[in-house]
């Protein structure tokens, strides 16, 4: 697999806005390629930062950092724009440049009952969307992008929990297809009731989501009996300026009124080191990005719940609605 940096874009964005230094962040895959990039901006006579923390998504900008060390611009590779900021941001989103024909014809096998697609992909696929269209409807199908909803750049474009497109197209389709990794199946197959389809071109195979969404919902069910049971809770308030959910206010007013004791704490990247200084909490409510509490929740040492299934916990909102609007 090659990766196209997509170098005359950043040249030409560079030139037109002609800072003196710029920040860079780098997608965790990718920061191997820092000298390369350094290279290229340094070449233009722009001196370059490079962010070393974590940057999991769009949603996760470095703008403290960047004031920090006095640069006039972030160069973001790796994802699409996600939000909009007072800050000046270049957003580069990366191709992967493979062949998908072998993983196209390998889908079709899982895909023999089904007419009509939903496709969605990750934003380093988006260059391949016609192809991967004009596959499946030379073979009888019929293909239905994901709408461009809330913090989607594109339609059809999909990322870790923003589902709103697919969810807008579901009475539409039969199943759906997701051009990318598990990170996004998985949140699809939690947001959607339609099959899902994954074909993973970083493992170079083609899976079925089957059973993951209900196995995934009996530990969310789970937890949520656990955070009423708590006694001590934690609500943990994101600093990534694009993962931001909840008002912390109203959940601490409902717990209070249930007899719970309730801290908030502020927390940038969540880890379950800082999570077990807190010995004394019970369980943590997290505010930041929903898929923390999803994804890891093996990794951590105390139950940790989204603002959504805390509202079910408080009873605020049931669990056949969460079933039925999808948990993200």
Not at 21 to 35: D, F, P, R, T
Not at 84 to 92: G, K, L
């Amino acid at each position: 697999m090659a990766l196209n940096f997509e170098k005359e874009k950043l040249t030409k964005e560079l030139k037109k806005r002609r800072p003196e230094k710029v920040l860079v962040q780098l997608a965790e895959g990718i920061k191997k390629n820092a000298s390369e990039i350094e290279e290229w901006i340094k070449a233009l006579g722009i001196e370059v930062v490079f962010s070393g923390e974590t940057c999991w998504g769009g949603c996760d900008i470095a703008i403290d950092e960047a004031r920090a060390v006095g640069a006039d611009l972030i160069v973001h590779f790796g994802h699409a724009e996600f939000i909009q900021t007072d800050f000046p941001v270049i957003y580069i989103g990366v191709k992967d440049i493979l062949n998908l024909n072998h993983l196209l014809e390998e889908s079709l096998k899982s895909l023999e009952k089904y007419k009509t697609i939903g496709l969605s992909y990750s934003i380093q696929h988006r260059h391949d969307l016609e192809n991967i269209r004009r596959f499946y409807e030379e073979k009888d199908k019929k293909v239905i992008l994901s709408e461009k909803k809330g913090t989607n750049a594109y339609e059809g474009h999909i990322t870790g929990c923003q589902y709103e497109g697919l969810k807008a197209i579901q009475n539409d389709v039969d199943c759906f297809v997701i051009i990318g990794n598990q990170f996004h199946s998985m949140g699809a197959t939690l947001a959607v009731k339609k099959p899902v389809i994954l074909i993973d071109v970083y493992n170079n195979n083609v899976r079925t989501m089957e059973g993951l969404r209900d196995k995934i919902l009996k530990q969310r069910s789970i937890a949520i009996e656990k955070l009423r049971e708590a006694k001590n809770i934690g609500i943990i308030i994101g600093m990534k300026c694009g993962q931001k959910f909840g008002s912390p206010e109203k959940l601490m007013e409902k717990l209070k009124e249930q007899g719970k004791n309730v801290i908030a704490i502020t927390m940038g990247e969540l880890t379950p080191d800082k999570i077990m200084n807190f010995y004394n909490i019970d369980a943590f409510i997290e505010l930041a990005c929903p898929r923390i509490a999803i994804d890891d929740f093996a990794n951590y040492p105390k139950p940790i719940l989204t603002f959504r299934e805390a509202l079910v916990a408080v009873g605020e909102l049931s669990w056949d609605e969460i079933l039925d609007k999808g948990i993200l």
